[in-house]
């Protein structure tokens, strides 16, 4: 027990570190060796990314922020403008960013005035934004570096090809034609693959789409954030030979297309296929110019809100999407913003999925729930016309959605949210197999009444928040981090249940899988399935969903519609315990049931992984999405415990300390972790 307790010691050491951790180390280091007075040497900021994570170039692109220096002491020297080396284009998902990884130094020349002597002493705080595909950090450290006028300064080595800035410039004339920028090297050169703009003038998506023939490179100018004229038309590219080199074009003599060197970007409305971020001011001025706008309010974590995606990608929406010139934005929800939960709260909405047309003079056209392109293409023609819109969800009838409902129940058995439950639940059925078929139809009607009345808890509660003026989505439980970290430490519990790392019998274990011969559990394991069902919703069920959530549904109709979709999902495991022939077709008990419910770990801790990111979706804070990561550790390390110590062969002693030592970890990680929830 003795290298336990050091064990668990060196895991909340660990956890504490973690917690603070920067992924980015910086420092301030020598280029020069003989460092002269009245001439200048060269330094350089040094950064060194962990695998995975990036800083920013100059021009970040379309997020990020460049790296910067405050400088406190210089002992006398001028301290010269950052020399950059050439950045990476990195895709995330659509995202264009300009980037370095790994190792990136960045120079900077110091002028040592005439005269100097003895020693310089350079210090100051570095500032820079670290990222990865989950999110961004913004840091900062002090930095410090000794040199000494004379030669002997121990200097790292780096490679000059890397920087345009000391290198001779290529020259080039631009013109524009329409929409499209033209840039045409005064001297045969080789044209680099990706030439990357100094300044904002082109998007960072234009960047990425560039083009080029054998004389000329061609950029399309639409959405650019600057004018031509702000400032020098420049780009960095590759040199052909393992370094950068700047292009600096200037407008060809007689450039009479529309627009100019002079003239201002094209309208920052976007094409059908394009969207841009969503903000009142954006919709304000879009619909003041006679524009119709459609809003997607989406989120990360929203499951729907992916699935919906998938319409505007259907040819015929996205064509008649750009020829009606809608201007496509996306409020983004992921971090709950307070500015999109208002605007939420104007359409008598709480949660997403929100997807709407408005046009200046007429009623909002707000859309179901799960997006069809028959619909959207519906909604574009009532807005184009004039006239109002209703969501093809209310023109039905009651019984129409009501099957809708019993069939999504039943499509809910094959989500991936349900499936790990679906494989507990085969090794009751196996179990099952040779028991009396009273047993068999008892249980498979106790565990279809606790989905039941799991469905019929959520309308209730669903009737409540209605009745006090809110509107909420399907799935709503899943925008709150709570309920998500409660559910991911289940699923890692259930999962190491399985694997056999400890037994829990008819503990909570043994309630979800329905093990134990407690009526009470086989009730509760239809509970469960319920609560980890919701966020994954089949496309017909969330239709139909969104007319049953409608504030225009009365209390009864809203009950019975989720009894429906509770007798829906519990049909196949009920047809199976009322049926002894069907029963009879399960093999019988043995070896296989072990691997079986081993290998029904796995899904469970798949989806724990998948819960995980949408926790890092919801909760800002990167240090406490650590500290969770961490606490799932240490959840694991109780069960761990509890399983070694706590079997039945030890000792009174050795199980009462297991299980006490297990109870104080897991519950002390848990109300850290909930206590100290952003």
């Given at each position: 027990?003795?290298f336990?307790?050091l064990?668990?010691l060196?895991?909340f ?8 951790a ?11 060796p ?13 950064y060194?990314c ?57 120079l ?21 934004l ?64 990706v030439w ?5 003038f ?11 023939d ?17 400032g ?5 590219g590759?040199?052909g ?9 200037t ?14 970007p ?13 903000s009142?001011?954006a ?57 999109i ?11 997403i999925p ?13 859309l ?62 196996a ?19 606790g ?43 259930l ?28 009730f509760?394991s ?8 919701t ?6 069920l ?14 009864g ?18 047809l ?6 069907l ?50 550790a ?10 070694r110590?706590g079997a ?30 952003p």
């Amino acid at each position: 027990m003795r290298f336990l307790a050091l064990g668990l010691l060196s895991l909340f050491a660990l956890l504490g570190e973690l917690s603070a951790a920067v992924r980015t180390k910086v420092d301030l280091v020598n280029l020069t060796p003989d460092v002269r007075a009245g001439e200048k040497a060269l330094v350089a900021l040094r950064y060194r990314c962990d695998p995975h994570f990036h800083i920013y170039w100059k021009n970040p692109g379309d997020a990020g922020a460049s790296p910067t220096v405050e400088w406190t002491e210089k002992s006398g020297t001028e301290i010269g403008a950052f020399i950059w080396p050439g950045p990476k284009l990195l895709d995330q998902s659509g995202v264009m960013n300009f980037v370095y990884e790994n190792e990136t130094l960045i120079l900077m020349e110091v002028a040592v005035p005439a005269g100097k002597t003895g020693a310089i002493v350079l210090k100051g705080k570095a500032e820079w934004l670290e990222c990865d595909d989950k999110g961004c950090w913004p840091h900062d450290t002090l930095v410090e570096l000794s040199l000494k006028v004379g030669p002997g300064n121990a200097a790292y080595k780096y490679d000059p090809k890397l920087y345009p800035d000391l290198k001779p410039s290529l020259s080039a004339v631009f013109r524009v034609v329409g929409d499209e920028l033209q840039v045409t090297p005064a001297a045969k050169t080789e044209l680099s693959k990706v030439w990357f703009p100094e300044r904002n003038f082109i998007t960072p998506d234009a960047t990425a789409k560039q083009r080029h023939d054998a004389t000329t490179l061609f950029f399309n100018l639409k959405e650019a954030t600057e004018k031509l004229d702000a400032g020098p038309v420049s780009f960095v590219g590759s040199d052909g030979n393992g370094g950068f080199v700047r292009l600096v074009a200037t407008a060809a003599a007689g450039a009479t297309s529309k627009g100019s060197a002079e003239a201002s970007p094209p309208s920052a409305h976007p094409a059908s296929s394009d969207w841009q971020p969503w903000s009142p001011e954006a919709q304000a001025k879009a619909l003041a110019d006679g524009k119709t706008v459609y809003v997607d309010f989406t989120a990360r974590w929203c499951a729907t809100c992916q699935v919906n995606k998938r319409v505007y990608k259907q040819d015929d929406v996205a064509k008649a999407l750009g020829q009606a010139g809608v201007v496509m934005m996306k409020a983004d929800w992921t971090k709950k913003d307070e500015v999109i939960a208002h605007e939420l709260g104007k359409y008598g909405r709480t949660g997403i999925p929100l997807n709407v047309f408005l046009k200046t003079g007429q009623p909002p056209a707000i859309l179901s729930e799960a997006l069809t392109g028959t619909e959207v293409l519906a909604a574009l023609k009532a807005v184009s016309s004039g006239k109002a819109y209703q969501a093809e969800t209310t023109t039905h009838p009651f019984a129409i959605w009501l099957l809708l409902a019993f069939g999504g129940g039943v499509l809910l058995n094959l989500m991936p949210c349900v499936f790990p439950m679906i494989g507990l639940k085969v090794l009751g059925f196996a179990k099952e197999a040779g028991a009396s078929r009273s047993t068999v139809v008892l249980n498979g009607l106790l565990y279809s009444a606790g989905v039941i009345v799991s469905f019929l808890a959520l309308a209730l509660l669903i009737v409540g928040l209605k009745s006090g003026g809110s509107s909420v989505g399907w799935g709503f439980q899943m925008q709150s981090p709570g309920f998500v970290l409660g559910t991911c430490v289940l699923m890692i519990v259930l999962g190491l249940s399985l694997v056999g790392v400890f037994e829990i019998g008819v503990g909570l274990g043994g309630v979800a899988a329905g093990e134990g011969d407690g009526k009470v559990a086989t009730f509760l394991s239809g509970v469960l399935a319920t609560v980890v069902a919701t966020p994954c919703t089949a496309p017909g069920l969330g239709a139909a969903l969104g007319f049953a959530l409608d504030k225009e549904r009365s209390t009864g109709e809203t009950l019975l519609f989720f009894v429906v979709i509770g007798l829906g999902m519990a049909l196949p495991y009920l047809l199976l315990s009322m049926f002894p022939r069907l029963a009879a077709l399960l093999p019988r008990p043995g070896e296989w049931m072990e691997s079986l419910k081993q290998g029904m770990s796995f899904p469970l801790f798949a989806y724990a992984l998948y819960l995980l990111w949408v926790l890092n979706a919801l909760v800002e804070d990167a240090a406490w999405v650590r500290d969770a990561s961490l606490g799932l550790a240490l959840i694991a390390t109780a069960c761990w415990i509890l399983g070694r110590w706590g079997a039945l062969h030890r000792t009174d002693v050795e199980r009462v300390v297991a299980k006490a030592v297990a109870g104080l970890i897991f519950v002390g990680t848990l109300t850290y972790l909930y206590a100290t929830l952003p």
